[in-house]
């Protein structure tokens, strides 16, 4: 059964780069079935969406993040990584990463993308 | 970017009764829309993905339906192990992927 475990130093300046590491064990990271996903939470908000990517290292970054966030898979530790530059507060969240699923939709070039398999967290705080 | 309203913003229901949340897209998606449960503290589960088609493993209580641009989630009957927050996902535009703001459904 497919587990991600998200990892990371802790508590991150204003400024500085936020690094994490999602170690993906049950399965490969070069599994044809998924993209490899991270999404965040601030606290007390929903859910945002930061960027998948796939075990070739194609990526797809949410436009709002996409100056400052950088996501890469080593796969032959089975992990895939976040950097996200030049931090502030507002990038205090809880950090998730996830394996997500496509499949064929009914339209053309249209894919179903789900989030099926997720870690537990890491809360990061942008703190002096 | 397709922006996801969920309604309402919270509930309160007793076990046993039928839950119906509402998600509506700002642009038509098909039947691109997931849904999530997520308990405090805890990750969000899959439980419904193209809007219809339940997760493995999910109850057959949540049952989900609708294209276009209006969706509903629907518990049939609460379970008490379903008090949580439940959110949607469009996934027709992948840039971005976007979420609903969530639903928090409570004990009355």
């Known amino acids: 059964q497919l587990q991600l475990q998200e990892s990371g130093p802790g508590p991150v300046k204003p400024s500085e780069t936020l690094s994490l590491t999602c170690s993906v064990s049950?399965?490969?990271?070069?599994?044809?079935?998924?993209?490899w996903g991270w999404i965040r939470q601030p606290p007390g908000k929903g859910l945002e969406w930061m960027g998948n990517?796939?075990?070739?290292?194609?990526?797809y970054y949410n436009p709002s993040l996409k100056s400052r966030l950088t996501i890469s898979v080593d796969t032959s530790k089975n992990q895939f990584s976040l950097k996200l530059s030049s931090v502030t507060a507002a990038d205090t969240a809880v950090y998730y990463c996830?394996?997500?699923?496509?499949?064929?939709?009914?339209?053309?070039?249209?894919?179903?993308?789900?989030?099926?398999?997720w870690g537990k967290g890491t809360m990061v705080i942008v703190s002096s | 970017d397709i922006q996801m309203t969920q309604s309402p913003s919270s509930l309160s229901a007793s076990v046993g009764d039928r839950v119906t949340i509402t998600c509506r897209a700002s642009?038509?998606?098909?039947?691109?829309l997931n849904w999530y449960q997520q308990k405090p503290g805890k990750a969000p589960q899959l439980l419904i993905y193209?809007?219809?088609s339940l997760q493995s493993g999910v109850p057959s209580r949540f049952s989900g339906n609708g294209s276009g641009t209006d969706f509903t989630l629907t518990i049939t009957s609460l379970q008490p192990e379903d008090f949580a927050t439940y959110c949607c996902?469009?996934?027709?535009?992948?840039?971005?992927?976007?979420f609903g703001g969530g639903t928090k459904v409570e004990i009355k």
């Open positions: 996902q469009q996934t027709y535009s992948i840039l971005p992927l976007t």
């Open positions: 990517i796939f075990y070739s290292g194609s990526t």
């Open positions: 642009q038509s998606i098909s039947n691109y």
């Open positions: 996830a394996g997500v699923c496509r499949r064929s939709g009914q339209l053309p070039s249209y894919y179903h993308y789900y989030m099926d398999v």
């Open positions: 193209a809007a219809s």
């Open positions: 049950g399965g490969s990271i070069r599994s044809s079935d998924y993209y």
